[in-house]
């Protein structure tokens, strides 16, 4: 069993910054592939970044491909999405899922654990 507590989002202007954190409690957490989605008002769910348990691989959807990383501290049991050069349409509830095995996937049935979500707003 693993719990996750999505934290960072909030309000900011475009082309500003915001660091998300997904904590998970579970010993094992190192062997779980994580993801962060995202939906915004009246859009499907989409994954916009995921990486791997031992985070060799990492993926990114094209509209955030270099602008957010996302990175994970497995020492920490942390996963973080770091984003910059944020615009009006990253406006969304984020989430992040864990799911085994370890390996990537983007497809939202591949993770059994998803955090409560956390609001990111970014203003014109």
């Known amino acids: 069993q693993v719990q996750l507590v999505a934290s960072g989002g909030g309000l900011v202007q475009a082309g500003g910054s915001l660091r998300l954190s997904c904590a998970a409690s579970g010993r094992t957490f190192s062997s779980y592939r994580v993801g962060w989605f995202r939906r915004a008002p009246g859009k499907e769910r989409e994954c916009v970044a995921a990486?791997?348990?031992?985070?060799?691989?990492?993926y990114y959807a094209d509209s955030v491909k270099g602008r957010f990383t996302i990175s994970r501290d497995n020492a920490k049991n942390t996963v973080y999405l770091q984003m910059n050069s944020l615009k009006p349409e990253d406006t969304a509830v984020y989430y992040c899922a864990a799911g085994v095995p370890g390996t990537i996937s983007i497809e939202s049935s591949a993770y059994d654990y998803w955090g409560q979500g956390t609001q990111v707003t970014v203003s014109s």
């Open positions: 990486i791997s348990s031992g985070a060799i691989f990492t």
